[in-house]
């Protein structure tokens, strides 16, 4: 199944570090998330995007994850011609992440 058939995301930017939430619909899939999207799982899944390290922060309280990621803005909404200077259609690519 892909993520966005049972989370929703959002993104945000700070310079040249994107900002990914990853919350559950159902906070029972919460330890289903946990165990399958790594920092690692979404780092791969957006390479090519994201060139630096991809932290996961777990929030068990509020069942929801934020994935922090270095280098992916192209240098920062400032300083680049993408398209998606703020990186906000890349909440969408995260959902696209296929789990078993």
Not at 49 to 61: A, D, F, M, Q, S
């Amino acid at each position: 199944m892909k993520l966005y058939e049972i989370a929703h995301s959002r993104a945000g930017d700070k310079g040249n570090i994107l900002n990914l939430s990853l919350i559950p619909f159902d906070g029972a899939d919460y330890e289903l998330l946990y165990d399958k999207v790594t920092a690692s799982k979404v780092k791969h899944h957006l390479k090519g995007i994201v060139e630096g390290k991809v932290v996961r922060y777990e929030l068990p309280n509020i069942k929801a994850f934020n994935f922090v990621c270095y280098d992916s803005l192209l240098g920062g909404v400032t300083t680049s011609l993408a398209l998606d200077a703020h990186g906000k259609s890349l909440s969408s690519a995260l959902l696209e992440i296929e789990i078993d």
